[in-house]
């Protein structure tokens, strides 16, 4: 069976023959690359690959919510009353899902940099006590945030900011759009 296109090994080959035929010495005896033509094309091909996957000196870490955590965040959010307002409400439940899926991203800037002093704090959001008044607010951890828990105008048409106070944290709450 005739192998069609391009693989990894093929294009490793062919640029092997290359980088042998127009720049490295031969053995003339055997037409075989000398050990050095080996050890200089590993070490080009490590110094990229290592040096594309290290984060150690990051400028900014973005994620968004963890969506296993939405129906938790719900309940805790809308207490009693989360099976009547969403859960039972498919259209409701639907939008919500889309919000926490789509709108929020969680950015933190790296050592150094600082979040804009107009981003309004966090702690300036009230939170939403009308359907469970033992809300309270958590250490921000963005693995365990609850957006929910918080007057956010989640339906805005201008993307919004929030720092989280003390942190090199801040919040994005992208436009509302409808998604299918």
């Given at each position: 069976m005739k192998k069609s296109g391009w693989n990894?090994?093929?294009?490793?080959?062919k640029l092997f023959t290359y980088f042998y035929y127009f720049?490295?010495?031969?053995?003339?005896?055997?037409?075989?690359p000398t050990a050095w033509v080996y050890s200089l094309f590993f070490v080009f091909l490590f110094t990229f690959v290592s040096g594309n996957a290290q984060d150690t000196d990051f400028k900014?870490?973005?994620w968004r919510p963890d969506q296993s955590n939405f129906e938790n965040y719900v309940r805790e959010a809308y207490g009693e009353k989360a099976d009547e307002l969403v859960f039972d409400r498919p259209s409701r439940?639907?939008?919500?899902k889309n919000l926490f899926a789509n709108s929020f991203i969680f950015v933190e800037n790296g050592p150094g940099i600082k979040v804009p002093e107009y981003f309004p704090e966090l702690s300036t959001v009230p939170l939403v006590k009308r359907y469970n008044s033992s809300l309270t607010r958590n250490s921000f951890d963005p693995n365990t945030f609850n957006p929910f828990k918080y007057e956010?105008?989640?339906?805005s048409?201008?993307?919004?900011?929030?720092?989280?106070d003390g942190t090199n944290y801040f919040?994005?709450?992208e436009p509302f759009q409808i998604r299918e």
């Open positions: 990894f090994n093929r294009i490793l080959k720049s490295a010495p031969k053995n003339t005896e055997t037409m075989k900014q870490r973005r439940l639907k939008t919500l956010f105008n989640f339906y048409k201008e993307r919004q900011f929030f720092h989280v919040i994005i709450i």
